[in-house]
């Protein structure tokens, strides 16, 4: 079975079982909401504002299109649902604005919600960490948050992520603010990884990658089990065997 993402030999086979299992989910999740909303665009009389209203809808649609076919979507599995939501929130409202119909509206509204659960299922599938058989592939890993505080003495979010190729690190406010301050490195650049206390704030155990000669420390939440899945990842992919 072709994978839209690549696989170690020693992983291969268990990510075929699973992909063979989300894959009619995640095809369902990003395509099924444009199609409704395009076919009661087409099928509705419009009666609204057309020209926003196509334009929010052409947005709506083109995103999640886009996600899947650019296959975008194995790198960035954390943004599956909430993108899905974002998406059929502009189709409704590209719907409603063309028609202003209120009912015209709640097949994309109820496609959407069906969606985003089918996603965020097929999500928890694939992205098992259970046994670490996840670093063996190309799929993106995101570190559990941690919460600390910033240089103002105001909580934020840190955590870090890293795909086939990049390990990024942020710390951020919320989902809808932009990062406080982050990085990224690529991996074939990184030559170790451990757990250490942190030299300073924000204090506790961080996750240290050496890269280019020097050290930074991620700031993660549950910092012993990031490090182990970047380490194997890190290993495997100076192996053979890739696929």
């Known amino acids: 079975m072709r994978l839209p993402f690549d ?21 369902f999740g990003f395509l099924a909401p444009p199609v409704v909303g395009l076919v009661v665009a087409l099928a509705a009389p419009w009666r609204g504002a057309a020209v926003p209203g196509w334009l929010l809808l052409a947005v709506g649609i083109a995103v999640p299109v886009w996600f899947l076919l650019g296959r975008v979507y194995p790198k960035r599995p954390g943004w599956w649902a909430g ?46 960490e259970v046994g670490g058989a996840i670093a063996g592939t190309t799929l993106g ?19 870090a992520a890293f795909d086939g190729e990049l390990l990024r690190w942020h710390v951020t406010t919320g989902p809808s603010t932009p990062d406080v301050s982050g990085g ?39 910092p012993h089990d990031f490090a182990a899945l970047l380490d194997r990842r890190l290993r495997l992919l100076r192996q053979p065997d890739w696929d």
């Open 7 to 27: 696989a170690h030999a020693s992983v291969r086979a268990e990510f075929e079982r699973r992909w063979a299992r989300v894959r009619p989910s995640v095809w």
């Open 83 to 128: 993108l899905v939501a974002y998406a059929g929130v502009a189709q409704a409202l590209g719907v409603g604005l063309l028609t202003a119909d209120l009912p015209a509206v709640l097949p994309t509204v109820v496609v959407t919600g069906v969606a985003a659960v089918l996603l965020g299922r097929a999500r928890a599938v694939l992205l098992d």
């Open 141 to 159: 890993v995101r570190s559990a948050s941690r919460q600390v505080r910033n240089a103002t003495g105001h909580p934020v979010l840190a955590h």
């Open 184 to 222: 990224e490195v690529p991996l074939r650049e990184v030559t170790d990884v451990w757990v250490a206390d942190a030299r300073g704030e924000p204090g506790g155990e961080v996750v240290v990658v050496r890269a280019f000669g020097r050290d930074v420390e991620l700031v993660v939440g549950r």
